[in-house]
């Protein structure tokens, strides 16, 4: 089992900045990647950022030159999300899994509890 835990959110005006962190801990020998998706209200979760064991990243081109994913351990990461607009606000969810090639796979069952991010216009 793999508990999985956010934390960071909060109120920030647009323009802002705002820092997440993530961290995995548990049965993680199998896993190589975490990444941060994000949820809007009444749709589907997104994928946002995904960062490898070894560093390699991939981002949503909606956060492209705004976001930057980054890792201090094989399974604790942070977002550190500049230059937020109003339409950033969401929950953003902390997933373990797996990058392949260029692609993220969640894992089903490796999701943290979510953290709300709230960008004031």
């Known amino acids: 089992q793999v508990q999985v835990v956010e934390s960071g959110g909060g109120l920030v005006q647009a323009g802002g900045s705002l820092r997440l962190s993530c961290a995995a801990s548990?049965?993680?020998?199998?896993?190589?990647?975490m990444a941060w998706y994000r949820r809007f209200p009444g749709k589907q979760r997104e994928f946002v950022s995904g960062?490898?064991?070894?560093?390699?990243t991939i981002y949503a081109d909606s956060v492209k030159g705004r976001f930057t994913i980054s890792n201090s351990a094989k399974f604790t990461m942070y977002l550190q999300m500049n230059s937020l607009k109003a339409e950033d606000t969401a929950v953003y969810y902390c997933?373990?899994?797996?990058?392949?090639?260029?692609?993220?796979?969640?894992?089903?069952?490796?999701w943290g509890q979510g953290t709300q991010v709230t960008v004031s216009s």
């Open positions: 997933n373990a899994g797996h990058i392949i090639g260029r692609t993220y796979y969640p894992t089903d069952d490796y």
């Open positions: 548990g049965s993680t020998s199998r896993l190589n990647a």
């Open positions: 960062i490898s064991e070894g560093g390699y």
